[in-house]
């Protein structure tokens, strides 16, 4: 298999890993009109598919251990259960982020789902593996909270000015789903890490495979409920639509997770890298909320007739965002 020897690819992979987490999520808007659970069911097959495309490519190079099919073959029933696991809970915490936006809006459910995923994910994946200075990656961790909390400001200050605010208990039922949703997001690297750990270990290619095989499988009770049950209170979603959904929504779900499969396959082998470990990994993944609101802020300018005060907010946002990646970044070298 393919793996970094030098710093400077694992932080190009790591970085590759923060534009696609960041950016898969403008497949949504590219299917305008078509609900989201049944988006999903093209996102999640797209991320199966593009792990196996990882996995037989640069998984398969330079025959190994841990290359893709023999780790696949070699591995541990245990392991197995640990990638299933991390992908069946990352699956979960996912689809309770999307729910959350939908009921109390992107300002409030991102920075308090992700927010809680970078802190709880950081520390357990420190715990597991503790590599890295701690003072530079946990001081770049909080720098990056205070973008994300910058960054929620900014959105709340344009949607007071446009009256855009939702209903206060639907908010409400917004902030419960997503504390839910950033324990969940935070809990499932640590199982990732766990099943790269001992003997029948997977390789990060492997577990990238198994991790979606455990997406794809939570998909069907979960999205299945989402569906028949959605959060926010809107009309039941029936499988049907699904076949009516024409070529591009369904292609845009596919690339969507094609693009997702891509930054978790770089991340989980940045992770594997000597001189990196999971926490670094992880926490420069995460960045992927700043990436989103750069194409929210510059592309879709979700920001066009706001008021001054909110630009203001996002410049600070992404100065501490891009002190607080440096420190991350720094942490496994110094």
């Keep these: ?78 392991h197995l259960l640990w990638a299933l696991a991390g992908g069946a809970l990352f699956n979960l915490a996912n689809l309770l982020l999307v729910a959350a936006i939908e009921m109390a809006g992107l300002a409030v459910a991102f920075p308090i789902g992700i927010g809680l995923a970078l802190v709880v994910g950081v520390l357990l994946n420190y715990a597991v593996a503790p590599r890295g200075n701690p003072w530079l990656l946990f001081g770049g961790v909080a720098l990056v909270l205070a973008a994300i909390v910058l960054d929620a400001l900014a959105y709340r200050r344009r949607d007071l000015a446009r009256s855009e605010l939702r209903q206060t208990t639907l908010v409400r039922r917004g902030i419960m789903v997503s504390l839910a949703c950033g324990v969940l997001m935070g809990l499932f ?73 891509t930054g978790g396959v770089f991340n989980f082998v940045a992770a594997h890298a000597r001189l990196v470990g999971p926490a670094v990994s992880y926490a420069i993944g995460q960045g992927a909320t700043m990436v989103a609101a750069v194409w929210g802020v510059f592309i879709w300018r979700e920001f066009a007739g706001a008021p001054s005060r909110a630009t203001r907010l996002l410049g600070w946002m992404f100065a501490c965002f891009l002190l607080g990646l440096a420190a991350v970044a720094l942490a496994p070298v110094l």
């Design 189 to 261: 690297y640590p199982l990732v890490e766990k099943s790269m750990l001992g003997p029948g270990r997977l390789g990060p290619y492997a577990v990238g495979f198994v991790f979606s095989i455990g997406v794809l499988l939570s998909s069907f009770p979960a999205n299945g409920l989402l569906m028949r049950y959605p959060l926010d209170g809107s009309a039941p979603v029936a499988l049907a639509e699904y076949w009516r959904g024409g070529w591009g929504a369904h292609a845009a779900g596919v690339l969507g997770g094609v693009i997702w499969a």
């Design 1 to 78: 298999m393919y793996q970094p020897q030098s710093y400077a690819i694992a932080l190009l992979f790591m970085f590759t890993s923060m534009l696609c987490w960041g950016s898969w999520g403008n497949t949504v808007k590219l299917a305008r009109g078509w609900r989201f659970q049944l988006l999903y069911w093209d996102y999640t097959w797209g991320l199966v598919l593009g792990m196996l495309l990882w996995g037989y490519t640069l998984g398969n190079t330079n025959a190994g251990r841990l290359s893709f099919q023999h780790a696949l073959a070699a591995a541990g029933a245990t």
